[in-house]
């Protein structure tokens, strides 16, 4: 997908449906999130952007962490999610930083130069149209000696949470087109070096790419058969199953419960995966 094309997915039926379902994709994805603070420790920083915040829920993590005073940014293209966050914000009462939130495609927008001394983002920065321009626009927002902090998905075999469900629905459903190597999506960056170059070639320095094992889970006390539905009309497979009848879909959806038997248990599913969490500096 193009930028254009994202922002068009992230503001439509399926921005809405994410909306829908935020408290549980921050309950899933909260324990990667704080994982990551823990690894790059924003506590010292003053003015943090948080890129594809999403829901939010991840950059109200982030202002625990910070100092009083500070303030923080959170960025996202989908406007159904940010409501999910400017209603999060509100629920959060009186906070000891300052939060706002921003309808914007951080690849291109005119952040004050040098303004920001942490960049963070959760699963954010895996959809660039053109990473390398992308991250050298964050780079310009950076200050110097400053620190950008993120977390992104290793290849699609390595991610069982996505390759089962992908492989039970194919069972049902035509293969999509292959896409084009490194296309933005959620496995753009699972080339470590390829990474390591888009980020140097943009500016920053310091570079490190660590491996990180992750669970991923699914469910809150339903069966089977309802938990494997709701995995699926999430991610990858749910934009598969969007222009498909209910017969298919069902179809879909008992292939995949069979294959996730092993990993459900006391109504959740349990898959592995594996990330990079990546950090680098603003050197001059």
Known sequence: MSNEEQIAYWNGDAGRKWAEKDDMMAA??????????????????????????GGGSETLMLAERLRAGSRVLGVDVSAPLLAVAAQRLAEAGELPVAMDFLQADASEYPFEAGSWDFLFSRFGVMFF?????????????LAPGGTMAFCCWQRLQDNPWVALPLKAALEHLPPPPAPEPHAPGPFAFADRERLARILSEAGFTAV????????????????????????????????????????????VYDSAANALTAYFSDGRISLPGATWFVTARRGD
């Open 129 to 141: 149209d053109e990473p390398v321009g992308a991250f050298s626009n964050l780079h310009r927002a």
């Open 208 to 251: 490190t790419i660590e491996h990180r094992d992750v669970t991923m889970g699914w469910g809150s006390g339903g069966d089977l058969a309802q938990t494997t539905r709701e995995m699926l009309n999430i991610g990858p497979v749910g934009r598969l199953l969007a222009e498909e009848n209910e017969a298919v879909r069902q179809r």
């Open 28 to 53: 899933m994805l909260g324990p990667i999130a704080r994982a990551l603070l823990e690894h790059c420790d924003p506590a010292g920083a003053s003015s943090v952007l948080d890129i594809g915040c």
